[in-house]
């Protein structure tokens, strides 16, 4: 009977999120992930903390995904320079890479693909993804 009731509560949840509209790919993302990670837990462990736990998880997970940005989105913040978009370099620290724009800091970039654009948090300039 708990499980019933912890799949409806989870198939609700990702309706009311999919009816939802969020304008960037890491809202998007991260509102797939909850919700993919809610159903996955619930049907995983059948309790409310194990629905929660995938939710959490996989809204993290979907954030991440989702700091790529589409080339249609990063004209919304202006042409593309004239030779293209700098390329990030790669730090130290697995998954992360030094951003090119001022004040150069760590951006997370892991579960973005090769050569996607990535939007630098700090600063809001655009990059490549090496």
């Known amino acids: 009977m708990k499980k019933h009731q912890l799949l409806i509560l989870s198939a609700a949840a990702l309706s009311a999120l999919s009816l939802a509209s969020c304008d960037t790919y890491v ?14 837990g619930a049907a995983a462990t059948g309790t409310v903390r194990g629905a929660a736990a995938g939710a959490a998880i996989g809204a993290g997970t979907g954030a991440l995904v989702g700091a790529a940005i589409s080339e249609q989105e ?17 730090s130290s620290s697995p998954g992360f890479v030094q951003s090119p724009c001022p ?26 993804r090496p």
């Open 27 to 40: 809202g998007q993302g991260a509102g797939y992930g909850a919700a993919t990670g809610a159903v996955v």
């Open 103 to 128: 004040p150069h800091r760590l951006v997370d970039v892991r579960g973005v693909p090769r050569g996607a654009l990535v939007r630098d948090p700090s600063s809001g300039c655009i990059f490549r």
């Open 74 to 90: 990063a004209a919304r913040y202006g042409p593309p320079p004239q030779g293209g978009y700098v390329v990030a370099q790669w």
